[in-house]
């Protein structure tokens, strides 16, 4: 059973492989525009530019 209120899990996704590396959460009242992280990719083998999906 999911947990209660405004937090909610995302997938992050590497702008240059379009590969789901990580899962994280964020609060969707305080933060309602996309995340977007620099983030190592193990597939590219370096720090890329990581954009919330759904």
Same mark, same amino acid.
């Given at each position: 059973?999911?947990? $209660?209120?405004p937090r909610e899990s995302i997938a992050m996704e590497c702008t240059e492989c379009k590969r789901r590396n990580y899962t994280t959460s964020k609060n969707k009242r305080n933060n309602t525009d996309r995340? #977007?992280?620099?983030?190592?990719?193990?597939?590219? $083998?370096?720090?890329? !530019?990581?954009? #919330? !999906?759904?």
């Open positions: 059973m999911a947990a $209660k209120g995340l #977007e992280v620099v983030k190592y990719c193990k597939f590219c $083998k370096k720090r890329t !530019t990581h954009k #919330e !999906t759904k």
